[in-house]
C-alpha cells in the first residue's frame, strides 16, 4: 500500500528519545523544549521569546484566540480547514465565521471574509492550506482597516518562506503543527509564533494551567509551590520527550524533508497537470512551499470512482477537507457557500510524505492519468 502519508523517524530520534528517557530524570517540560524552542527561534531568525512550544498544533491555535478574542467575539476562517481551526475558535468561546476560498488556491476570500465583519469581529485566521501561504499583504492590510488581529493558520507550512522571508518570522501571531505527519514531527506538538510580549506571557502562562510565570521556573528546573493564576489555562505543554523528536526533525529539515517533499511534489505537477480533468491549487509566486500535502481537484465529477480505483490499486488517498460549515456543531443552516461546496466535491489528496520513491509519484500518477483518459 502507498501510504497517503507517514511519521518519517530515524536512530537520531530513536537516540534522542533514549537519552530523555534513561539520562535526564523527567520527561515532562524542562530543559529540552527549552532547547527546542531555541532552535525554532534561531532557524526562524525571531528572538528566543517569541516561541512558545505546546502539545499540539490545535492547542497552539486555541491558546492564541484565547489570548485575542472572548465569549461573543468573532473569527474569520475560511470553512475549508481541518476542523481543529473552528475548535479552537468556539474553544475560546468565540465564534468561527465560515468564509469561502478562492477556487486557484484553496486559500481564504479576502472579499468574503469582509463582507462578513461585524462590531463583533476580533481575528481573522487565515490558512496555508497545502502550505500556500496566498496574499498575505492583503490579509493584513484588511486586518489594520478594521483592526483585527491576525492568528496564521501555518500547521502546513512549518519551513515555507514568503518574499524570502520564513513564515513565522513576521506577522502577527503563526501557529505551527508538530503532529505526526507534518513537514517536521515532535510526535505530536505545535508552536506559537509572536513578538507581542503581552500575547507571548498569556500563552506561556495558560500552556501551563494559567500558574504565572511557571514556564521560567521549569526551564531552570524548579517548581512553582506558591503562585498566582489569574486566567483560565490548560494542560497544553510540551513534554522533553516529544520534544526531543523535534529537536532531531528540525535538523532533518532543510537538508532532506523538504527538498524530498519538494521534488515529489514537482513530479506530480509535471505528470498530472496536462490533464484537462484535473486542476492543481495554484501556489503563491512570492512563496517558498514544503508541501505537506498535495491535493488535486477533479473536474469531471469522478472523484469518488478515482479514489476507489486508486484504493484498489494500492494507493490510499486522502479528502482534505469536509468544510466546517456543513458540520452540525458549526452549521447555522443558512451559510451557503458555493466554491468550498464545490470543492469539496473535486478534492483528493495524494500519497506525499518523504520517504515515498519517485517510481511511486510515477505510479499514482500513471493510475489517475490512465483513469481519466488521459495520455501524454
Ligand atoms: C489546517 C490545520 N490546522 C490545524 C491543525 C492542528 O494541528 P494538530 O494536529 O497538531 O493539533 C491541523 C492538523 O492537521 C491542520 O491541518
Not at 124 to 150: C, D, Q, T
Not at 187 to 206: F, N, R
Not at 289 to 304: E, M, S, T, Y
Request: proline content about 3%.
Amino acid at each position: 500500500m502507498i501510504r497517503l502519508s507517514k511519521s518519517v523517524v530515524g536512530t537520531e530520534e530513536v537516540e534522542a528519545i533514549t537519552k530523555v528517557l534513561l539520562q535526564d530524570g523527567y520527561l515532562g517540560m524542562g530543559k529540552e523544549v527549552d532547547l527546542f524552542e531555541e532552535e525554532i527561534a534561531n532557524y526562524l531568525g525571531v528572538k528566543r521569546s517569541s516561541v512558545v512550544c505546546v502539545s499540539s498544533g490545535t492547542a497552539a491555535l486555541h491558546l492564541a484566540v484565547q489570548a485575542v478574542a472572548r465569549q461573543g467575539d468573532e473569527v474569520l476562517v475560511p470553512s475549508f480547514t481541518f476542523i481543529s481551526s473552528f475548535q479552537a475558535i468556539s474553544a475560546s468561546g468565540a465564534t468561527p465565521v465560515a468564509c469561502n476560498i478562492y477556487k486557484d488556491s484553496l486559500t481564504i476570500d479576502i472579499e468574503h471574509a469582509e463582507s462578513r465583519i461585524t462590531n463583533r469581529t476580533k481575528a481573522i485566521m487565515p490558512v496555508h492550506y497545502a502550505s500556500n501561504p496566498v496574499n498575505l499583504e492583503k490579509i493584513y492590510r484588511l486586518a489594520a482597516k478594521y483592526k483585527l488581529r491576525v492568528i496564521e493558520d501555518a500547521a502546513h507550512c512549518f519551513g515555507c518562506s514568503y518574499q524570502s522571508s520564513k513564515i513565522g518570522s513576521f506577522g502577527d501571531i503563526i501557529c505551527f503543527s508538530f503532529d505526526g505527519i507534518k513537514n517536521i514531527t515532535s510526535g505530536e506538538g505545535g508552536a506559537i509564533i509572536t513578538s507581542d510580549e503581552k500575547i507571548q506571557s498569556l500563552v506561556k502562562d495558560a500552556r501551563l494551567l494559567g500558574i504565572m510565570s511557571d514556564t521560567e521556573k521549569r526551564f531552570s528546573g524548579k517548581r512553582s509551590w506558591d503562585f498566582e493564576v489569574v486566567d483560565q489555562g490548560y494542560r497544553y505543554h510540551m513534554s522533553n520527550i516529544f520534544a526531543a523528536i523535534g529537536r532531531e526533525q528540525l535538523k532533518k529539515l532543510d537538508t532532506v524533508f523538504a527538498p524530498t517533499r519538494i521534488k515529489l511534489a514537482t513530479i506530480y505537477k509535471e505528470l498530472l497537470c496536462k490533464n484537462s480533468s484535473i486542476a492543481i491549487p495554484v501556489t503563491e509566486k512570492k512563496a517558498y512551499i514544503v508541501p505537506h500535502i498535495f491535493p488535486i481537484r477533479i473536474l469531471n465529477g469522478k472523484r469518488d470512482e478515482i479514489k476507489q480505483y486508486l484504493e484498489a490499486n494500492g494507493v490510499q488517498t486522502g479528502i482534505h477537507y469536509k468544510p466546517n460549515h456543513l458540520l452540525s456543531l458549526y452549521s447555522d443552516k443558512k451559510t451557503k457557500l458555493d466554491v468550498t461546496e464545490e470543492i469539496y466535491k473535486e478534492i483528493l489528496t495524494l500519497p506525499l510524505h518523504p520517504d515515498l520513491k519517485e517510481e511511486d509519484i510515477y505510479y499514482v500518477s500513471e493510475l489517475i492519468n490512465r483513469y481519466l483518459g488521459y495520455t501524454d
